[in-house]
């Protein structure tokens, strides 16, 4: 018998499978950490591997009468807020031959080599969209106490100096939604009021009550900024967007421009990326993820919450 020939059964061939993740395995990784909800819509700096410091530039501008002379006004400032990540990992280990006795044993090659797993395709896949949802709820709820930096939901807060509270705001309700968003909105400082970015972020849940109060309110014309999937709509009558994320879990309503909500990576190391290898030490296919993630925002004076 010739030892080139192969038996596949099931018309699988699974001897590429092993090559999937490292085509697209830092692809992955990366789309699950910077294409989420928030990052999406957010400043992203990357290069990040502790602590970095955001440069922030500000300034007053004195216009005088024209005279001769030189009459020094006005002032230039440079200030700084650091950012800091965590660095964080996925390792996990999975037999090929514990799947011997069970459905997906069909799917392994032939013989008692096994150096691959089936579906490795789809488990790098469902590993992204899990590491995309464990982002997206640290970059709001993470905090000092339990990580090394504190999501938007803290940083958001009165507890930072400068932002600024809504008083008198209740829990969203199906019927108060487009009110409570209007309080933040009658807050929003002056210097900010007309940018393009200002977003107002809330739950899922409570955005579903916004959209609800939104229909019975006869705003129609108000649909999501793209598809439902999005959540996205823009507040009728301004120019500030509601976003539903899952990272928000509380009743809290933030408000502030999205480019001053700075989320921190890495992503410019080799090191940060999805792996599904085999090991032939442990005898066993192994899942690997490394990545850093962390949270500042930029001139808190221009945010606003409810505070709950």
């Not at 999501?151 to 209740?170: H, K, P, Q, W």
């Not at 972020?201 to 939104?214: A, P, V």
């Amino acid at each position: 018998m010739e030892k080139n020939i192969k038996k596949h059964e099931f018309n699988f061939d699974l001897t590429g499978l092993q090559t999937y993740t490292d085509q697209v395995g830092g692809l992955l990784l990366a789309e699950a950490i910077v294409k989420g909800r928030t990052a999406d819509l957010c400043y992203v700096q990357s290069g990040i591997k502790g602590t970095q410091a955001i440069n922030l530039l500000s300034s007053t501008l004195d216009v005088q009468d024209g005279t001769c002379g030189w009459n020094s006004s006005g002032q230039t400032t440079f200030t700084q807020r650091d950012i800091t990540v965590c660095d964080k990992k996925v390792n996990e280990s999975l037999c090929p031959r514990d799947l011997n006795n069970y459905w997906a044993g069909q799917f392994l090659n032939a013989g008692s080599y096994n150096e691959s797993v089936p579906f490795e395709e789809s488990i790098a896949k469902l590993k992204q969209e899990q590491i995309g949802k464990y982002v997206e709820e640290q970059l709001w709820r993470a905090t000092t106490g339990t990580s090394c930096f504190n999501g938007f939901a803290s940083l958001i807060s009165t507890g930072t100096t400068g932002v600024v509270a809504v008083v008198g705001a209740v829990a969203i309700t199906s019927s108060n939604a487009l009110a409570e968003v209007d309080k933040l909105i009658e807050l929003t400082p002056n210097a900010i009021a007309d940018r393009d970015d200002l977003i107002v972020w809330m739950s899922m849940s409570n955005y579903r009550k916004y959209l609800i109060n939104l229909r019975t309110a006869n705003y129609f014309h108000f649909s999501p900024d793209s598809d439902m999937t999005e959540y996205v709509t823009f507040h009728p009558g301004t120019n500030v967007r509601v976003v539903g994320t899952h990272g928000v879990n509380t009743e809290g309503l933030y408000m502030g421009p999205a480019e001053y909500m700075v989320v921190g990576v890495d992503l410019m190391s080799d090191e940060e990326r999805l792996d599904i290898f085999y090991s032939r030490d442990n005898d066993e296919v192994r899942v690997r993820a490394n990545f850093k993630i962390g949270a500042q925002i930029a001139f808190p004076e221009n945010f606003v919450t409810n505070n709950l």
